[in-house]
């Protein structure tokens, strides 16, 4: 499926593509990660238990950061908010390469009253990542696709050309919770296609050895 004259869209990540992420979801000085969500924000440690399930190396490097936060507003929210989510939790970390490049893992969460998880359908979060691509004038080419990459199953992956990055999303299903990887590569001349792949087998394939603690 293609469509065109997009941008690249939304959670808590951060790279050249984000709105919900990165947008959205910056830190503020009134952010608090516990009681009522009232404000958006993210700061490192506010909810370790989804930090825990964030990977700290990738191809033996460490990120350049690593945090998580919570996301209540209905512009942060976007298509969720349809669903009635009212509160959207997330961990990432971002490996910066700077001028463009990058890779970004991270997962999301809708709390429950328990202290437990409400199941987040992936196709929820599928759909709010090519909304929010459809909601930019800098993003062209897009294309979605379901492939199947080695240990994390099948995936929903987003392609599209952001500026002059070269940007992938990928969605999956992690237990009631929900995993996403972002790669974006610099395009220039001599830009090698299979170096971008490789960098999106690398990022999938570390996002893909992530295992949700046992309930019991």
Excluded at 43 to 48: E, I, L, Q, R, S
Excluded at 130 to 136: D, L, V, Y
Excluded at 180 to 206: D, F, K, M
């Amino acid at each position: 499926m293609r469509r065109r004259g997009v941008h690249a869209a939304p959670w808590p990540l951060l790279l050249v593509l984000v709105p919900i992420l990165a947008a959205a979801c910056a830190a503020t000085a009134t952010f608090d990660p516990t009681g009522a969500c009232v404000v958006d924000g993210r700061v490192a440690g506010a909810y370790p238990d989804l930090e825990a399930l964030v990977p700290r190396d990738l191809g033996g490097t460490s990120p350049t950061s690593l945090d998580s936060g919570r996301s209540c507003s209905e512009r942060a929210l976007g298509t969720l908010a349809g669903h009635g989510v009212q509160e959207l939790r997330y961990a990432g970390a971002v490996w910066d390469e700077g001028n463009g490049a990058g890779t970004s893992i991270a997962v999301l969460a809708v709390p429950a009253d328990d202290g437990t998880w409400v199941p987040l359908p992936a196709a929820w979060v599928e759909a709010f990542y090519e909304a929010g691509a459809q909601s930019s004038s800098k993003t062209s080419n897009i294309e979605t696709s379901r492939p199947t990459l080695g240990d994390a199953g099948t995936v929903w992956r987003l392609d599209t050309l952001n500026d002059l990055s070269q940007q992938v999303v990928i969605v999956r299903p992690l237990g009631d919770l929900v995993q996403v990887v972002l790669v974006a590569t610099r395009v220039e001349p001599g830009a090698s296609l299979a170096e971008h792949e490789r960098r999106v087998e690398l990022a999938v394939r570390t996002a893909a050895q992530v295992v949700l603690p046992s309930s019991g």
